[in-house]
């Protein structure tokens, strides 16, 4: 059964300080490469066919002790990048209050067509979507590790689960370097596994 493993990067310092990273190219911390090294010892368990990463240095460094351990090349690609929070990256969300109160009063209402260059959760949806069916496609049958974002995973999960991301708030983002598991049946389409799995520790926030 096609089986996906979507595994959020490891921990950076700007998710430590709880700053949006969106497409900024944060770096993964010391404890985030400790995270990857540790995580990437139970992935390499399950036999995977492939990896594929975000092409942002956290997602690629991420998957680097995995390829190491498996001998499989990551393949990078752009779509599986984090939302881009246009305005917002860079900032905590006491910041954004402070410089953009309407925008983040709706954004705590759970409207996310927030404007200041922030993409449209639709757009995230689709875009992850598409490299995951496409990562899918090319292993049939196998598993796939996808080193992607806490909120792009999400936004790939709803998308190939057929939920609108209106409910993105009903389920909780990635801990750094745990995962989503999702597996294609021939009958009923794709299947939640399991959610926020692994050894490793981390911070939930905005990527």
Same mark, same amino acid.
């Given at each position: ?10 921990? +950076? ?9 969106? *497409? *900024? ?5 010391? $404890? ?38 498996? #001998? ?13 929070? =246009? ?16 925008? *983040?009063?709706?954004?705590?209402? =759970?409207?996310?067509? $927030? ?27 196998? +598993? ?6 806490? !909120? ?9 689960? =057929? ?8 389920? +909780? ?8 598991? $999702? ?8 299947? $939640?596994? =399991? *959610?926020?799995? #692994?050894?490793?520790?981390? +911070?939930? !926030?905005?990527?």
């Amino acid at each position: 059964m096609t089986t996906l493993i979507l595994w959020r990067h490891g921990t +950076t310092e700007w998710n430590t300080q709880h700053r949006v990273q969106g *497409h *900024h190219d944060a770096g993964l911390s010391a $404890l985030g490469r400790e995270q990857a090294a540790g995580a990437a010892a139970a992935l390499a368990a399950r036999s995977p066919d492939a990896i594929v990463a975000s092409d942002l240095s956290r997602a690629t460094d991420t998957a680097a002790p995995l390829a190491e351990l498996t #001998g499989l090349p990551v393949r990078p690609d752009p779509r599986l990048r984090e939302r881009d929070y =246009g305005d917002w990256e860079g900032l905590t969300m006491a910041e954004i209050a402070a410089r953009f109160p309407a925008a *983040h009063a709706r954004w705590r209402a =759970g409207d996310h067509q $927030l404007g200041h260059r922030i993409e449209p959760p639709a757009d995230v949806q689709k875009r992850v979507g598409e490299a995951l069916r496409g990562a899918a496609q090319a292993t049939p049958g196998g +598993t796939t590790v996808v080193v992607t974002h806490g !909120g792009a995973a999400r936004y790939g999960m709803f998308e190939l689960l =057929g939920w609108p991301p209106e409910r993105l708030a009903t389920v +909780t983002v990635l801990f750094n370097c745990h995962y989503t598991e $999702l597996r294609l049946d021939a009958v009923r389409g794709w299947i $939640l596994v =399991g *959610h926020n799995l #692994g050894p490793a520790g981390g +911070t939930p !926030g905005y990527e």
